[in-house]
């Protein structure tokens, strides 16, 4: 069974920091474009962060460039975005995402909440 399960997301401050975990289960990740979305109240869900299968390239949306960054452990099937200098706007619910364009393959977790507020 194929599963994506976010956790870490929880209530911090401003400037805070938070490490997020998707760790895959019923198919090895490695092989897969890894992504971090985020969904905040009344706005459309966007990508965040994405490394890719080869190579472990990273990019970022401008919003978070600098201040989050993802990563992979491909051996614990697990990716991780870790996010610094948190603001307000940065609140949402966070998902991860596994993209496979050969095997046409796009899996989803269930999300996790970060709230950053005083």
């Known amino acids: 069974q194929v599963q994506l399960v976010e956790s870490g997301g929880g209530l911090v401050q401003p400037g805070g920091s938070l490490r997020l975990s998707c760790a895959a289960s019923g198919f090895t990740s490695s092989s897969y474009r890894m992504s971090w979305y985020r969904q905040a109240p009344g706005k459309k869900r966007e990508m965040v962060a994405v490394?890719?299968?080869?190579?472990?390239?990273?990019d970022y949306a401008d919003s978070v460039k600098g201040r989050f960054a993802i990563s992979r452990d491909n051996r614990k099937n697990t990716v991780y975005l870790q996010m610094n200098s948190l603001n307000p706007e940065d609140t949402a619910v966070y998902y991860c995402n596994a993209y496979h364009g050969s095997l046409d393959n796009d899996f989803w977790g269930q999300g996790t909440q970060v709230t950053v507020s005083s």
């Open positions: 490394i890719t299968s080869v190579g472990g390239r990273t």
